[in-house]
């Protein structure tokens, strides 16, 4: 009897089952049913097998697609509401199966889904039914939610992030930091640094700081408050260049002792003592000075080297005022490096001893610098942490050049790219760039190791149009991208020699790739550009200032677009740390000068500068927006003419009256 009953349930249940798959399959058609012989039972035992056989009917003729569902898509045997997952404003783009829900509720949906063959869930109110690998093609859509059939109950959502606060109260963001929360009384009026040792750099440095930690007069301060500040720097006379030290640990304890700052290089110094300036307030009820959440730690560096903003004055003339002012501003943010785009094809300010007549396609005889000017700027910024590495661009942008060297353009019609075809082009660069350089690493009115050689936008028609430059590539069996590279090559050379790193616009990399050598200093800018992926894949070094995201001078970039970029994406992390040494906002001077250049670079390098400076996963301007806020509202109390911060145009004016945390 088991062996016969066995075998009727086995069969009955095949019979049920096929009858299901055909009809599942094949719709609106007639199809017979599957027959067999039933064995033929004794009595008694029909009579048990028939009570078992309807047990057994009842057990195979669940819903047709839940037994689909678990026998082809091994969902979870007992479908319910709580397995289906649901994703707002998401869809899988054309990932369709047959059929529609549309116009029904969401439980009918969910129906209709069941009972149709490779179906994996659906977009509402739509309605469309979707495959079964639907949850691997999710793409966010404003218009639909999507709702898919997963073998377990949906994870809850991630709570909401905290609201945006000012904290810490320091922009850039520290590296690491730990804190507590007690308000520190600082006491103004008899507040002393010391620094070991003491040295000329930092006791300069402090008397620049005091304005910035105690901007109002004030009296008394109570009892417990902090009064000293004692700083600590183990290599007082490193030089500033692209591999300084940076880092700096501050320790503010709570109970009013000694606040310590400690550096390995001056230039970390002032990083920390900028952070310290940044996280005195003053109380305007008591009208004392506090530090809030006290006690403080941190540990602070950069996380790339090179953190610059360009400022160009070719373009518009920007007199050393202005170029010092901007100088100023930049430390309040850790910005490093002013790329100083000194010549350009609209004016050449520079008065080279070497070559004198350069300066004369200087805008005017008083928009000119001097030897001294320059000497002047270099090291008002090296005292303030700041590198100037000079650009000189060639051979293109450098018509100005031709009002006093007409012998080195192509022709009086046709004056640039510079004319590669006489030894006197190769002189006047050479005795240029000894000028800047004092011919040695290290020396010189610009003694940064990095000289930056543009490049860009070459356009060569001068050259197969100018007869005389036209013969000496015929003679030299030269294209004229072979003339581009023989120029770029034999610059480079020249500054080489003169002891320095060069730099070039993106375009070299492009045209020429890894026949450049491999000291070049690949510099990305074209908008859209991913070259720096390429260029670290092989060994280069790179920075990132891509048009369209970092170009200052693109008024309708969004401080938030600025805040996103990743000069490291696609890059793997060990190149990134290695070869990535930064980059920076480009302050093209095509519709700034010194009356409008502070608040088109301001408060949006503040953006770059966090990027640059703070740790890799700090990418939220949602998270960042009332520290930028009161970022904007610090420069602006410090007189830099920072523009607000929700303008949706750069520098525009307040749109009102308004304070300056709602503007």
């Not at 800047?436 to 050259?463: I, K, Q, Y």
Request: charged letters at 15%; a negative charge; hydrophobic letters at 35%.
């Amino acid at each position: 009897c088991q062996q016969k009953l066995l075998f009727a349930v086995v069969m009955n249940g095949y019979r049920k089952y096929r009858n299901d798959m055909h009809n599942a399959s094949i719709k609106g058609r007639a199809i017979s049913p599957v027959t067999s012989t039933m064995p033929r039972l004794p009595f008694h035992f029909s009579a048990l097998c028939v009570v078992l056989m309807g047990a057994v009917a009842f057990t195979v003729a669940l819903p047709r697609a839940r037994f689909h569902s678990m026998h082809a898509t091994n969902r979870q045997q007992a479908v319910g509401e709580d397995y289906w997952w649901r994703y707002n404003q998401t869809d899988c783009p054309y990932d369709d199966v047959a059929g529609s829900c549309a116009g029904k509720s969401v439980d009918d949906c969910k129906q209709i889904c069941l009972n149709t063959t490779g179906c994996g869930g659906f977009n509402y109110p739509h309605g469309y039914l979707k495959q079964t690998d639907c949850s691997q093609h999710k793409a966010a859509a404003n218009s639909v939610d999507l709702y898919v059939l997963m073998n377990k109950p949906q994870p809850p959502p991630p709570p909401p992030p905290a609201p945006a606060v000012n904290w810490p109260p320091v922009w850039p963001h520290p590296a690491q930091y730990t804190n507590g929360t007690t308000t520190l009384a600082v006491d103004a009026s008899s507040f002393t640094f010391t620094s070991n040792p003491i040295f000329v750099d930092m006791v300069n440095a402090w008397e620049r700081f005091r304005p910035n930690f105690f901007p109002h007069r004030t009296g008394a301060a109570p009892s417990g408050a902090a009064s000293s500040l004692q700083v600590t720097v183990s290599d007082p006379t490193a030089p500033l260049q692209v591999e300084t030290d940076e880092s700096y640990n501050l320790t503010i304890p709570d109970d009013g002792s000694a606040i310590t700052l400690s550096a390995v290089t001056p230039y970390g110094a002032y990083h920390g003592m900028e952070t310290l300036s940044q996280l005195i307030r003053f109380n305007f009820d008591t009208l004392t000075y506090e530090i809030p959440g006290a006690p403080w730690e941190i540990t602070d560096k950069p996380r790339f080297q090179h953190r610059e903003v360009l400022l160009d004055s070719s373009r518009h003339f920007e007199p050393v005022k202005t170029l010092m002012n901007v100088i100023d501003s930049l430390t309040y943010a850790k910005i490093n490096v002013v790329h100083w785009h000194i010549v350009d094809e609209q004016s050449f300010p520079f008065m080279s001893p070497s070559q004198p007549k350069l300066s004369y396609g200087a805008y005017s005889a008083q928009e000119r610098f001097s030897v001294q000017d320059v000497e002047d700027v270099v090291e008002y910024a090296r005292q303030r942490g700041v590198r100037v590495m000079v650009e000189v661009d060639t051979p293109g942008h450098a018509q100005s050049w031709c009002v006093g060297y007409p012998e080195i353009c192509p022709s009086p019609t046709c004056q640039m790219p510079l004319n590669p075809a006489t030894n006197a082009t190769f002189d006047v660069i050479s005795g240029l760039f000894k000028d800047l350089t004092g011919g040695a690493r290290g020396s010189g009115l610009f003694p940064d190791n990095v000289m930056h050689l543009g490049g860009d936008e070459v356009n060569t028609a001068c050259w197969s149009s100018t007869p005389a430059v036209a013969d000496w590539l015929k003679k030299m069996n030269f294209t004229t991208d072979d003339a581009y590279m023989y120029f770029v090559q034999r610059t480079q050379a020249i500054a080489h020699s003169y002891g320095r790193d060069v730099v070039g616009w993106e375009e070299i990399w492009n045209h020429f790739g890894t026949k450049l050598a491999k000291s070049t200093i690949i510099h990305q800018w074209l908008p859209g550009s991913n070259i720096a992926v390429n260029a670290t894949s092989n060994g280069y070094r790179v920075l990132w200032s891509t048009d369209g995201v970092w170009y200052l001078d693109g008024l309708g970039v969004t401080w938030e677009a600025m805040y996103e970029a990743e000069p490291c994406t696609g890059i793997a992390d060990n190149l990134c740390d290695t070869l990535v040494l930064g980059g920076g906002g480009e302050m093209w001077g095509e519709t700034v000068d010194t009356s409008d250049i502070e608040q088109t670079i301001w408060p949006r390098l503040g953006a770059i500068a966090e990027r640059l400076w703070s740790p890799r996963n700090l990418t939220s301007p949602d998270q960042a927006r009332v520290r930028y806020q009161n970022f904007r509202c610090l420069l602006n109390r410090r007189g830099v003419a920072a523009a607000p911060s929700n303008n949706p145009t750069a520098r525009d004016a307040p749109p009102g009256p308004g304070g300056c945390l709602d503007q």
